[in-house]
């Protein structure tokens, strides 16, 4: 990656003048946190002058009464998670990329992880914000509360806009009480069906104490239990695996609840084997399956994908984009992982062709794959990730023209220059 220069602010009075400066200046700027994204908008080119988050890395307030922190954007989301944790609260955004993700980040993605399915998405848990806009125009909307219509919800505009409206330099973040049990399962079932029956089950059964939900299927858990990768907790001939995850603040009943509820399932024919996690260290064995995919990157190149639909068509669709690539690619690996309660579907497709294989159009075919039949399925390109450049081709599979017209309306009149993160999402 080259970029033009980069800046180490370390103040919203400076990243204002930076901006300011730029946009008399014409100079087109992209915005830098823990540089995590999964669809390249923090990636620079060679004119662009990178704005890096990283001194803006403070914890400024903890109000216990209230439930809420006030964080510097540039804080990694590992390190709020622990301070919250320090002062008996707890921070519920989580993901894969907690130790160098940043909050302002989160905000700009809307970042979602593994606790969507209990506590949202960033946007759920993001009270406030302060903006500094493409002029140098510092907005405060630092709201505390959980209650306060007062005209427009100016925050919302930020949220997942990819840094393309204005740079992110402080977030009021909600807080919540934190559990004191935590049970967690591997479990195998035979088929997407069963899948489903099971998640209405725990929900069912599990109420709101539910806090993670994660699919696996055979490819994927295949893949990251070879050899040298992660310790499989079980035998690899199922179709599907789910890890599961429920926390909550009785001892006794809650264990024996979660025990129940998957001895019920069992009964019931939807889930054919399960492990219950007996230790922290097992408990870690469970995660690792999930979170750590290294196996899976060593294969070169690899695509991931990031896409959501109904539930319902979820099991029709992975048929569907799993035959296509088999059909193009015969030697090829697509793995699929999901946060199903989210209706959000992760994969992982490698051509695995002999000899050298042009990345970039092989690519463009798997994504025509993989994003053809979202439309026609009420689905979208990108559940969690964002747009970035990566996908700017495809939104409009997922956003009609009046939509997509109203929002370049807005860039135009947040940011007339274009200089904010040009040609991420969209070209003007
Ligand atoms: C192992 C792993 C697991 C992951 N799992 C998940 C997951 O489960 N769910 C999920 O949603 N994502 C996941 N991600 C993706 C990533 O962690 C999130 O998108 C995260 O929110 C990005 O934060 P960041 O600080 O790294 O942002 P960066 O990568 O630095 O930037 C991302 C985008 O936000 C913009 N940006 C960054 N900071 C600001 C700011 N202060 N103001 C304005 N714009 C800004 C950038 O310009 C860019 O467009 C994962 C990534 C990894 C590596």
Redesign the pocket.
């Known amino acids: 990656m080259q970029a033009r220069a980069m800046v180490l602010p370390n103040s919203t009075e400076e990243i204002s003048a930076v901006l300011a400066l730029c946009n008399t200046m014409q100079q087109p700027v ?9 669809v390249q ?2 990636y620079p080119s060679s004119n662009e002058l990178v704005i890096s ?1 990283e001194q803006l890395n403070q914890i400024e307030e903890i109000d216990e009464a209230n439930a809420t922190a006030i964080v510097q ?2 804080c990694v989301l590992e390190t709020v998670q622990q301070a919250v944790a320090d002062k008996g609260l707890l921070y519920p955004l989580d ?3 907690r130790g ?3 909050v ?6 809307n ?4 606790n969507v399915i209990r506590h949202g998405m960033m946007r759920n848990v993001t009270l406030g914000l302060e903006v500094v806009l493409a002029d140098g125009t510092v907005l405060s909307s630092m709201n505390q509360m959980i209650k306060n219509n007062t005209g427009y919800d100016l925050k919302q505009l930020f949220i997942g806009s ?2 393309t409206l ?4 402080k977030v009021v973040v909600k807080l919540e009480e934190p559990t004191t049990t935590i049970n967690t399962a591997m479990l195998s079932l035979s088929s997407f069906e069963n899948v489903l029956k099971l998640l209405r089950h725990m929900r069912r059964y599990m109420g709101n104490v539910l806090n993670a939900f994660e699919y696996m299927d055979n490819d994927y858990y295949c893949a990251v239990t070879v050899e040298g990768g992660n310790r499989a907790p079980m035998d690899a001939s199922s179709a599907c695996y789910i890890v599961t995850e429920v926390r909550g603040n009785n001892f006794e009943f809650d264990e024996e609840l979660f025990q129940e509820t998957l001895a019920e399932a069992i009964e019931l024919g939807i889930i054919d084997e399960v492990v219950i996690a007996q230790s922290e260290r097992q408990r870690q064995e469970i995660w690792e399956v999930r979170e750590n995919f290294e196996p899976i990157l060593h294969n070169s190149p690899y695509f991931l994908y990031d896409v959501s639909l109904p539930i319902g068509v979820m099991d029709q669709y992975l048929k569907q984009v799993k035959a296509e690539i088999k059909a193009l690619w015969p030697n090829s690996l697509c793995a699929s992982l999901a946060h199903v309660g989210d209706n959000n579907l992760h994969f992982f497709i490698a051509p695995r062709e002999e000899g050298n294989i042009d990345e970039n159009s092989s690519h463009v075919k798997a994504n025509e794959i993989v994003y053809a039949p979202l439309t026609e399925l009420n689905g979208s390109v990108s559940a ?3 747009i ?1 450049i990566e996908k700017k081709n495809y939104l409009p599979m997922s956003r009609t023209p009046q939509e997509l017209e109203l929002m370049k309306v807005l860039k135009r009149t947040l940011d007339p220059n274009n200089i904010l ?1 040009p040609g ?1 999402i969209f070209d003007l």
């Open positions: 992209v915005i830098i946190g823990g540089n995590t994204g999964g908008g923090q988050l954007a540039g993901l894969g990329g160098s993700a940043t302002g980040g989160n905000v700009s993605s970042a979602g992880g593994i990819e840094g204005g740079v992110v330099t969690e990730h964002g970035g993160a991420r």
